[in-house]
């Protein structure tokens, strides 16, 4: 064989193993395309349920939300009315409750004091009190 002829063999058996290496290359990449191809299927097919799901549960936050705030004007509303009655019950009411209650004690003070003799207060100029008087125990021993 000549050289001319053992060249073209190396040339061809070498075009034959890269040929035999990108048909290898490209099988398995057909493959991976295809457990790309089923994988994506299977999320879309799980995904779509739970996107449905999760827009029916927000849409039921939503309600509940404008319900909790229909309340919550509500109860502001009846606090504001309380309040208005309480100062009106108070200013109604207040004063005149206090007027009858100092007739009352002033009554019954008198009527209790009524058979008693009144207690007789005798002023001693340049005397001091007793020490009951000036703070309690702790100040009677020094300063009597």
């Known amino acids: 064989m000549s050289g001319g002829e053992v060249a073209g063999i190396l040339v061809a ?3 034959a193993i890269l040929v035999s290496f990108l048909a290898l290359v490209l099988v398995r990449l057909a493959q991976t395309l295809k457990a790309t191809t089923k994988l994506v299927a299977e999320v879309s097919e799980q995904a779509v349920p739970l996107l449905s799901d999760a827009s029916a549960t927000v849409r039921s936050a939503h309600t509940q ?6 309340i919550a004007a509500d109860v502001q509303e009846v606090t504001a009315n309380a309040s208005a009655l309480s100062s009106t019950v108070s ?17 019954r003070r008198a009527i209790g004091k009524k058979g008693e003799p009144g207690p007789k207060h005798t002023v001693v100029v340049g005397r001091t009190l007793p020490g009951a008087r000036r703070g309690g125990r702790r100040n009677r021993r020094s300063k009597d």
Request: proline share 4%; glycine share 16%; charged share 10%.
């Open 13 to 15: 058996v070498f075009w």
């Open 65 to 70: 939300l404008a319900r909790v705030d229909a």
């Open 91 to 107: 200013s109604a009411f207040g004063g005149p409750l206090v007027k009858v209650a100092a007739f009352g004690y002033g009554v």
